[in-house]
């Protein structure tokens, strides 16, 4: 079965510090791996994914993600953070040959001035 | 494209009321997903649906709940009768299923609160 982990419920960093929020997964075949950011009142929206090749995948908001497969790990990076950067940050995974994604818990981010 | 679009955005019912929740997904998409997001439960996913069948419908809570998609570019999410313990916001996503690597695409939700 398909899981993800969000170890941490909520992150602080000063802005202008670098950031990353951990996410481990399990799945039985090659995973597709993303990452979502929900802001106040909104929707999830897609950040970045991992679906073969570089394992260094960079996406929207100057995001990028680290894909680990020793360590089963896909955490989200950003070299200098923003208070607008705050928000909830959600990992999720889909395993090939299966159509659902499983979402972890979410980290919540919160970027201090 | 304007993306999924979920109406209401708000709904406010008492308890016992029937509650009719909308989803348009993204022309194309073949797959459409409901989840309902809780500060104490987090992102569940409902259920979902292929080519507007229904796959998994295993996260439906109880009976009260129901949901139909009887064609590609609309989805209903039904209460009857709603109580207090269904306040969340539910969430509509569509996919293209079995396109390597496809994610969702979510709607701006709709907050149901039941009083």
């Known amino acids: 079965a398909q899981s993800v982990a969000q170890p941490e419920d909520q992150v602080n960093v000063a802005e202008g510090n670098p950031l990353t929020v951990k996410c481990t997964y399990s799945?039985?075949?090659?995973?597709?791996l993303f990452w979502y950011v929900q802001y106040p009142n909104r929707g999830l929206q897609f950040l970045l994914k991992?679906?073969?090749?570089?394992?260094l995948v960079k996406g929207s908001y100057g995001f990028e993600a680290e894909f680990n497969k020793s360590q089963t790990s896909f955490h989200l990076k950003k070299p200098s953070a923003l208070v607008s950067d705050s928000a909830l940050y959600f990992c999720?995974?889909?395993?090939?040959?299966?159509?659902?994604?499983?979402f972890g818990t979410g980290t919540r981010l919160l970027v201090s001035p | 494209d304007a993306g999924v679009i979920q109406s209401p955005r708000h709904e406010v019912t008492e308890m016992g009321q029937e509650v009719t929740l909308r989803c348009k997904p993204i022309?194309?998409?073949?797959?459409l997903f409901w989840y309902r997001q809780t500060m104490m439960r987090g992102l569940e996913l409902l259920i979902y649906?292929?080519?507007?069948?229904?796959?998994?419908d295993s996260g439906m809570p109880e009976d009260r709940f129901s949901a139909k998609m009887p064609n590609a570019s609309f989805s209903t999410l039904k209460i009857q009768p709603s109580e207090p313990r269904d306040s969340a916001v539910y969430f509509c996503?569509?996919?293209?299923?079995?396109?390597?690597?496809?994610?969702?695409?979510f709607g701006s939700g709709t907050r149901l609160t039941v009083v």
């Open positions: 022309s194309g998409h073949n797959s």
């Open positions: 991992y679906i073969t090749g570089d394992n």
């Open positions: 999720a995974v889909r395993d090939t040959g299966f159509q659902k994604l499983v």
């Open positions: 996503a569509s996919s293209l299923a079995h396109r390597e690597g496809a994610g969702y695409t």
């Open positions: 799945v039985s075949g090659n995973p597709y």
């Open positions: 649906f292929n080519n507007n069948v229904p796959i998994d």
